[in-house]
Each structure stands twice: as structure tokens, then as C-alpha cells.
């Protein structure tokens, strides 16, 4: 069977309808694809295609096809009448005999770049070649103008980026486009394919001259081919314009002169037009393609013009088209056979994936319908108000509980906004910033209090539950509780926890908002740089939002909640303003009743909340927002304090991180010392806490190693202990003593299927080194005893707490009367700097004033070193240190080796006060010393020190140079020992 179509008005749904027909013999103008013409014979068949083929094709087909183009009356011997320069015919209706093959055995050869052309087929190419245009517009002039259509080898390269598809389905006839213009005469026939088609210049159409200054071109024409029979292409006669023999193949007659002998091309055509139908089916786009063809050729009877239908419909590269063209007729047929197939392949895995987005959008527009219907519905009945209307009725309904304690600007401001709301399009941007504001104008609890508890004793519990020690601390909020409990309320304060990192800053505010019952909020400010974070966006700002005031507000539901402001001594400062200026409205107690948000534009009373801030540093705070705190010092831990903190709630931490037990691991109080002063010396907890849970980490991989398993929930325990008591009570207790035995010893067993037994983990101190590596920090007395001359122990705070710092001085020549400090090593700082300039001016007169015969220090040449250079070190408070190491050298007596001292020396020798000498204090115990050198200026703050700090300690307030002096070296302390002099 084979498909048929005729090209009526009514397109390719006829075609469809008519589907595969069996072939059958010719009969008074019957046509074998279609119903074809009903009387009249070739003529009127040939003049009904006419009359429904598209212009300028009609005068084409007014007696005969034309070309190869078939009909009764012979394809070979028609031929289109000549059509001028302006596509008028100027002979219509007659057939000439001027396009046989005898009258054409040699042609002009136009290279197209895209898709062979195929009998029946027409295309567009523009030249600029003047030869050609005048050769053209001669011939046809005269006797019709005929070329041979040939596609260029490698085209492709020409169309980079377009699919096949859209290459071929600009409409029905494929346009070149610009890029192969000016390309379309060539004077190499080897770029050539040898087959192309025999073409009709139907129309040639003048094209204007072009300045265009990035593509300029000259004169030049647009022609209009229309393809009749397939060509093989000859040697080359002529090179430019290019001439070629040509073969003109011979067309496949109709099926129904050769039905004897050709059974299987007509199996072929019946499948290539079945595979047709079917892909016309997916893609219904080109049902409008084959009837225009149809229209054009007249009838797709020919097993030639199936298959050349099926390489236009055919989306393949331009090389396979080619290749499939090329071919014979029935090797033809197999290769669009095959191309048809996975045309068809694709168009239905394409078609399935558009029909499953079609179905999922159907889906949600009719559920969108639904819901609006509904919607509509609802609102009928009363049951539901527009968007507008319950946005309006939720605002006012959050702002009711939180009217009374407003403002009277606040009240006027949510009933102009609520105004504006209402009279506001829901689609207008500004109803969206108008609502965004009402949502953070009614989430703020005006005069919303929660419930202090102002009981001291509940807040000595509070903080002794959680933390161990910092007695100023405690006594300090504690004042604050009993001033708030003897005045019924208490107002907000701004306090300043500073102290070294891991002293529990943080968690000291947490527990005095839990010691008075108020709602915490934390937020750091390091690194800070814009005013907005604190003071919030202006309105018009897009993504405009209140500052971090109002929301704290916001989140903790109430107007006095305890607000802890971390980080406050690493503020930043940008291009965006100051951020620490804009804290001083928000802390300033005389200001804070009427804070301005940038976002709210509204007075805020601030003054009922709490602020504790947290700073590791007071030296980078600017002074008026400092003025406005009240600083309490945490100096850090000492070792024994170290040590509780670890017993009562480090180690409890670690065991339930890590799933292990008491009688799992132990660690003794030797290595616990250990840990804490070749380990962890700096003032805070935190790397001890690091270090107690690394200990019960690896402990923890012994005990799985060796076979511990996890410890049964409570429900499992209740399980094992229901199935022990339906045992034998004997066999019960046995297993309780059993149990109860094992756990005096470390041990543990199962209670169901039987825990491996294993060895409890003692860690002592010498097991420190496998579970921890080497101590970071060795012992600081570099000279416990008898240590040489110029060296001298000092003290020193740091940022972690308090440290020793030793000062070591040497004489490198003497030159008599040449004297001077060199050198001052150690990476000091300008301030330190300077004290050794100070001290050694000192240090010299002093030993010219109690010795003049002495002249070490006039003429020795010194150098002075701080040891660990590769730490920085400035501050107020070596100069006695560094003038006591000089004269060990010029006195030739080393200072005892149990003292250590602090304070800054003047040019006529008076110690001044320094400060830090809580942490200097316990750096001096840490360091075994037991003799503390201190100004008299810090006998009352030695006084308020723990006893367990000052403890096996003995201080010495000093005045001036001179005690020092007697205290380092003896009464008599300005005579020159000369044996240890010349030592």
C-alpha cells in the first residue's frame, strides 16, 4: 500500500483521512495518491493544482507539472514557461519542451550551504556576482533560465548552533541566511557534492546596493529556485561562472507501470508512508508541510516523491540528508526508513514529556479555579473577608494587649498607617511597605514587664550553681538585687564584665538573667562597622528593617529584658557611620527613655532593660561610651579554683558528651595538677575543658576497643529489670552482688546478653604525654636557684591573664668612659622602650651617687634581652625590674632567686602604682615564687584578694627605688663584691 494526499483547501487533515492505499492502475485521470481529478482528464487536473498552489508556483501548473513534476501527458517533456525579471510570466498557460535533458547536458553549478534541494522543493539564494545575474537574466530572457542546485561539502560549519529542525522549518521552502550570501558562486567543482538537483529559476528580484558600514555590499539579486529533477554532477566547462556537465538521472516510473516486477518498493513506499502518518501524529506542524508540497508537485504518487517528502520532513544534519539523497531509489527508501524511525523516536519522547507539562498545568489552573471559586463562594456566605480586611483586623487585634502601655506618638502613628493600609491597592508596592511596618510596630510589647525576682538568697543559689568563684562578680549583682528588692523595681544598668577569654563572661550574664527572672538576648558586636545594626534602616531603604533593639524587643516579648551586648571592645568603623557612638544613646540611662530607631521613627523606652556587656580589653573602648558602664574585672582562675571548676562541672560535661561513666574513668588529683599547670596556665577554662574531653575521648576508644557497649536507656533497664525478677530470686541476687562488685572494682557487665568485662582507665600524671603530647608549657622558673648576674624575675598582664617576665642584661665590652645600652631586645614595645631608657639613666646615677668609685655602668657597653622574643611586650610597670638587673651587674650580686617584683620606676626614683595585680599575684604563685615586690599605690587592692590567692605569699610595698634595692640585694647593698665582679 502506498499514502497518498491531494493538495486541497482542505490540508493535511484530508490527507490523514484517506491514509495508506493499496496501489492500483491509472484510470481516466484517477490519481494513485489521492482522489486526483474526477473528469476533464490531465488538463483539469493540472489546472486544479494551479488553482490552489500558492503564488508564484500557479503559473507552474496551469497545463502541466512541469519538469518532472509528472502528470499523463509525460514528465520529461514540460517545461515552465519563461517568468521575467519581476516573476510576471510572459507566456501563461504554455508548456515548452525547453527543459528536457537533451536540451540541458550542461549547466550552471550554485553551491547551497544548508539541506540538499529536492524535486519539488524551492529555495532562495542571493548572488552578487554581476556575471551570473546578466547570465540569468538572459536566459531567461530567452528561453527560460535552468542551474544546476549542488550543497557545498562540510556546510555544516556554516549553521553552528541551530539544530536541524530549525534550519529546515523557516516556513516550507529553508532560506539560506545571511552568513552564505556572498558565497554562493564558486570555481571549485570538488567542494561540490556530485548529486544535486535540477533547478528553474523561477523569479530573479534586484537587490539594492548596501552601506552598511559593518557589512557592506553591491548590487545583487535574489533568486527564486524550484527544484524538477535529480543531476550527477560532470566535468567542469567553464570555471567562472562555474559551467558543469551534468548526467540527468532518470526518474523511477509510477508504480503502476512496473507492479509485476516491483512488489518490494511498494512494501518500502506503504512503510515510509505509514512512518510518515505516525510522526505527523506527534509533531501535527508538519501536516502543513506535506500539503504545501502536495501543492507543489501536484500529487505524491511517485515513490520518488515520497522519498524525497520524507528528507524535508526529516530533521537529520545536512550531511546525511545529502548522503540519503544521493542514494538510488530503493537504497533510498531504507535510509529515510530508517531516519523516519528515529525521527519518530524523539517525537514521542517528546511529545510524552510535553503531554505530562500540559497535564501538571492543567492540573493547577483547574485547582486555581477551584480554589478562587471557593474563595468566592465563602466570601458569599460571609465566611470569609478579602486579604486587606483580615490584615487590618490581625493588626489591631496584636496591638490591644500592647495599647495601654503606648505612647501617645505610637498610638498616633498605628492609626495613620492603619489608614493608609486600608485605602491602599493590595498590588501596590507601597501597601507591601506599609504592612511590613504595622508587622514590627504591633510586635513590640509596650509597657510589657516580666516578673522580677528580686530574692537574694534564690540568686546566691543561681550563681553558685553555675559558677565557681568570681566572688566580686556575685557580690556586685547581688547589690543590684537588694537595691531593686528595697525599691520595689529596678531600673535598667549597664554593666561591663572585662576579663581574659574563658573566664565565663558570657555565661555570668546568662545567670544573672536567670537570678532575676528576665527574657536574655545576646548579639556580638566585633567587628561592627554600620550604625544601622543598632539604629536600624531608614524606610525608604528597600529590605528595610529596625535595628537590633527593637528586635530584641520583638523576640523576648517584654520591655525589660537583660540584653547582652558581647564583643563591645572590637567595635568597627566604616563608611557607614560609627557604631559606637550610636551605643551611647542606647546605653546613656539619661537618654535611653526615648530611643529613636531609624526604621520606627518613635520614641522607645529603653530604660527598664538590662545591659551587661562582655569586652576582653577596656584600652580600645572610646571613653564616653566607657563612662557610661560599670566595669567588673575577672581576672581568671587560679590553679585551685582551676580545680574545682574541672572537678564539678568539666568533667561531669565530658562524661555525657563522650557516654562514659564514673566507673569508667578516672583522673587523679596528681594529673589533674598537671594538667592544669604544664597544660592549660591561661586564665580562663576553656582550653581545660578541651583538654578534660580530649582525655575522655581517647579513653572512651580503649573501652570500645576492649569491648564496652552502650549503656541502655531507661526502658531498656526497666525491661531487664522485669526479666530478672521473673528468675529465680536466688539467681537474682547473686547477679546484683555480682553487678554491684564489678562496679566497686571499674568493672561493668550487661544486664541482658552479658557486657565484656574490662579494666577501669586511671589516668595519672605521667600518663599525660600519651593522651595529650608534650606539656606546651614547661615550668617558667628558668633559674630556680642561685641565678647569675642581670638576670631578674619580673611580672607582667597580658590579655590571658598574668605571666612572669624575665629581664636578663650583659655586658658585651668596657671602654672606659664609653658606657651605653646598645641593644634592647625581645620585640618591646615603644612604652617598654622607654623604661629601659629611663632605667638605665637611673641605674647610672644612682650607683654615681651611693658609689663614685664605681664606673661599671660608665663604661660597659649592655644588652638587654626579654626573653621569648617572639611575643610582644609593652606596658608601664618593668622599669624596677630592669633598673634591679642593671645593677646586679654593676654590684656583682645576683638577686634572690624566691623574689619577683612590678612597677614603674621615674628619673628620681619613685615606684609608681601599676595595675593587674590580681593576675601578677597568681602568675608569682604559679611560678613558685614567695616574695612580691609591689608600688604602695596597690597595698588596697592586695588587700581585697581571696585569701586562696594571696595565700603562701609575702608583699613588699615599696615607695621608692631604694627599698627595692634592700630587698633584691641587702642593706649594704651598693658594695661591690669584687670576687664576683671579676667571676
Avoid at 508504480?255 to 512488489?263: R, Y
Wanted: charged share 30%; net charge negative; with cysteine.
Amino acid at each position: 500500500r502506498a499514502f497518498g494526499a491531494v493538495a486541497s483547501r482542505a490540508g493535511a487533515g484530508e490527507i490523514l483521512a484517506r491514509g495508506p492505499r493499496a496501489l492500483a492502475p491509472v484510470a481516466h485521470g484517477r490519481s494513485l495518491w489521492g482522489l486526483g481529478t474526477t473528469g476533464g482528464g490531465p488538463a483539469a487536473a493540472a489546472a486544479a493544482r494551479a488553482s490552489r498552489a500558492p503564488a508564484p508556483w500557479r503559473a507552474m501548473c496551469t497545463s502541466g507539472d512541469g519538469g518532472d513534476n509528472g502528470g499523463d501527458n509525460g514528465g520529461d517533456k514540460g517545461e515552465v514557461a519563461p517568468v521575467g525579471d519581476k516573476g510576471e510570466s510572459k507566456s501563461p498557460g504554455m508548456i515548452t519542451d525547453r527543459s528536457h535533458p537533451s536540451n540541458h547536458p550542461r549547466v550552471l553549478a550554485l553551491p547551497i550551504l544548508r539541506r540538499p534541494l529536492v524535486p519539488g522543493q524551492s529555495t532562495h539564494v542571493k548572488t552578487y556576482n554581476a556575471r551570473l545575474i546578466s547570465e540569468l537574466k538572459e536566459m531567461q530572457a530567452t528561453r527560460g533560465a535552468w542551474v544546476g542546485v549542488f550543497l557545498r561539502k562540510n556546510s555544516n560549519e556554516a549553521d553552528t548552533g541551530r539544530t536541524g529542525y530549525e534550519r529546515s522549518r523557516t516556513g516550507f521552502t529553508p532560506f539560506l541566511s545571511e552568513s552564505g550570501d556572498q558565497d554562493e558562486v564558486t570555481t571549485d567543482a570538488d567542494a561540490l557534492h556530485d548529486i544535486g538537483c535540477f533547478a528553474q529559476v523561477v523569479q530573479i528580484e534586484d537587490l539594492p546596493a548596501n552601506d552598511d558600514i559593518d557589512d557592506p555590499k553591491p548590487e545583487g539579486a535574489r533568486l527564486v529556485l524550484m527544484g524538477t529533477r535529480r543531476l550527477r554532477k560532470g566535468p567542469v566547462s567553464r570555471p567562472h561562472p562555474l559551467v558543469v556537465d551534468v548526467e540527468h538521472l532518470e526518474t523511477h516510473k509510477d508504480a503502476v507501470d512496473q507492479e509485476e516486477t516491483d512488489k518490494v518498493l511498494q512494501a518500502m513506499v506503504s512503510d515510509v508512508s505509514h512512518l510518515i502518518k505516525s510522526l505527523m501524529v506527534h509533531k501535527p506542524e508538519l501536516r502543513h508541510m506535506i500539503a504545501e508540497y502536495a501543492a507543489q508537485v501536484g500529487q505524491l504518487m511517485s515513490p520518488e516523491r515520497i522519498a524525497d517528502c520524507a528528507i524535508i520532513m526529516i530533521s537529520a544534519d545536512d550531511q546525511t540528508l545529502q548522503e540519503a539523497y544521493a542514494l538510488e531509489l530503493t537504497d533510498r527508501l531504507d535510509r529515510v526508513t530508517t531516519l523516519l524511525r528515529s525521527e519518530l523516536a524523539a517525537a514521542k519522547v517528546e511529545a510524552e514529556v510535553s503531554a505530562k507539562v500540559e497535564q501538571k498545568l492543567s492540573k493547577d489552573q483547574r485547582h486555581y479555579f477551584l480554589r478562587e471559586q471557593m474563595k468566592s463562594i465563602r466570601k458569599e456566605l460571609g465566611e470569609l473577608k478579602d486579604d486587606k480586611t483580615t490584615l487590618i483586623q490581625k493588626f489591631r487585634a496584636k496591638f490591644e494587649p500592647f495599647k495601654g502601655g503606648a505612647s501617645k506618638e505610637v498610638l498616633q502613628a498605628f492609626e495613620d498607617e492603619m489608614n493608609k493600609l486600608a485605602n491602599l491597592e493590595p498590588t501596590s508596592s507601597e501597601f507591601n511597605v506599609t504592612r511590613t511596618y504595622l508587622e514590627w510596630l504591633t510586635s513590640i510589647p509596650y509597657g510589657h514587664f516580666s516578673e522580677e525576682k528580686l530574692d537574694v538568697n534564690l540568686a546566691v543559689d543561681v550563681l553558685d550553681e553555675d559558677h565557681y568563684g568570681l566572688e566580686d562578680v556575685k557580690e556586685r549583682i547581688l547589690e543590684y538585687i537588694a537595691v531593686g528588692h528595697l525599691r520595689g523595681n529596678t531600673d535598667g544598668k549597664i554593666i561591663c564584665l572585662v576579663g581574659p577569654p574563658g573566664v565565663g563572661k558570657t555565661s555570668v550574664g546568662k545567670s544573672i538573667a536567670r537570678a532575676v527572672n528576665r527574657k536574655f538576648y545576646r548579639f556580638s558586636v566585633g567587628g561592627l562597622h554600620d550604625v544601622a545594626e543598632i539604629k536600624g534602616h531608614r524606610r525608604t531603604y528597600v529590605g528595610a528593617m529596625p535595628g537590633k533593639a527593637v528586635q530584641c524587643l520583638k523576640i523576648t516579648g517584654v520591655s525589660n529584658p537583660l540584653v547582652l551586648i558581647d564583643e563591645i571592645d572590637k567595635l568597627g568603623r566604616g563608611w557607614q557611620g560609627d557604631p559606637a557612638s550610636a551605643l551611647l544613646e542606647l546605653l546613656d540611662p539619661e537618654q535611653n527613655n526615648s530611643f529613636m530607631d531609624h526604621y520606627l521613627d518613635l520614641p522607645l523606652d529603653m530604660s527598664r532593660v538590662l545591659f551587661v556587656c562582655t569586652a576582653n580589653t577596656l584600652d580600645t573602648i572610646p571613653g564616653p561610651l566607657l563612662d557610661r558602664m560599670e566595669v567588673i574585672r575577672l581576672s581568671g582562675y587560679i590553679s585551685d579554683e582551676k580545680r574545682e571548676i574541672a572537678r564539678k562541672y568539666l568533667e561531669p560535661l565530658a562524661r555525657k558528651r563522650t557516654g562514659l561513666g564514673e566507673e569508667h574513668v578516672e583522673v587523679t588529683d596528681g594529673a589533674m595538677e598537671s594538667l592544669i599547670e604544664d597544660y592549660c596556665r591561661e586564665a580562663g577554662v576553656r582550653n581545660l575543658q578541651k583538654q578534660v574531653e580530649k582525655i575522655y575521648r581517647k579513653s572512651a576508644l580503649k573501652l570500645v576497643k576492649a569491648g564496652l557497649q552502650p549503656s541502655p536507656k531507661e526502658g531498656e533497664e526497666e525491661v531487664a529489670g522485669a526479666e530478672a525478677q521473673e528468675g529465680e530470686e536466688e539467681e537474682a541476687a547473686e547477679k546484683k552482688a555480682a553487678k554491684g562488685k564489678k562496679a566497686a572494682k571499674g568493672k561493668e557487665a550487661a544486664a541482658v546478653g552479658g557486657q565484656p568485662e574490662f579494666e577501669r582507665i586511671t589516668v595519672n600524671e605521667s600518663d599525660l604525654d600519651d593522651f595529650l603530647g608534650q606539656a606546651p608549657f614547661p615550668p617558667e622558673q628558668l633559674y630556680p636557684q642561685n641565678p647569675p648576674l642581670g638576670v631578674v624575675t619580673g611580672l607582667a598582664w597580658t590579655n590571658s591573664g598574668g605571666s612572669v617576665l624575665f629581664i636578663e642584661c650583659t655586658a658585651t665590652r668596657q671602654e672606659e668612659g664609653k658606657g651605653k645600652l646598645v641593644k634592647a631586645t625581645g620585640m618591646l614595645g615603644e612604652t617598654m622602650k622607654e623604661s629601659v631608657d629611663i632605667a638605665h639613666t637611673y641605674a647610672r646615677a644612682l650607683v654615681k651617687r651611693v658609689d663614685p668609685g664605681n664606673n661599671y655602668l660608665e663604661d660597659a657597653t649592655l644588652h638587654l634581652h626579654v626573653p621569648s622574643g617572639s611575643v610582644p611586650k609593652d606596658g608601664p610597670s618593668a622599669g624596677v625590674t630592669i633598673v634591679t638587673s642593671l645593677l646586679s651587674l654593676a654590684t656583682g650580686k645576683p638577686v634572690r632567686p624566691e623574689l619577683c617584683m612590678t612597677g614603674e620606676v621615674t628619673l628620681t626614683g619613685k615606684v609608681t602604682r601599676i595595675g593587674g595585680v590580681k593576675e601578677k599575684a597568681i602568675a608569682a604563685r604559679r611560678n613558685k615564687n614567695t616574695d612580691i615586690i609591689f608600688p604602695e599605690g596597690n597595698r588596697g587592692e592586695w588587700n581585697k584578694l581571696q585569701p586562696q590567692i594571696v595565700e603562701g605569699l609575702t608583699p613588699h610595698f615599696v615607695s621608692t627605688y631604694d627599698e627595692v634595692a634592700e630587698l633584691a640585694f641587702g642593706k649594704e647593698w651598693w658594695v661591690r663584691e669584687e670576687a664576683a665582679a671579676a667571676a
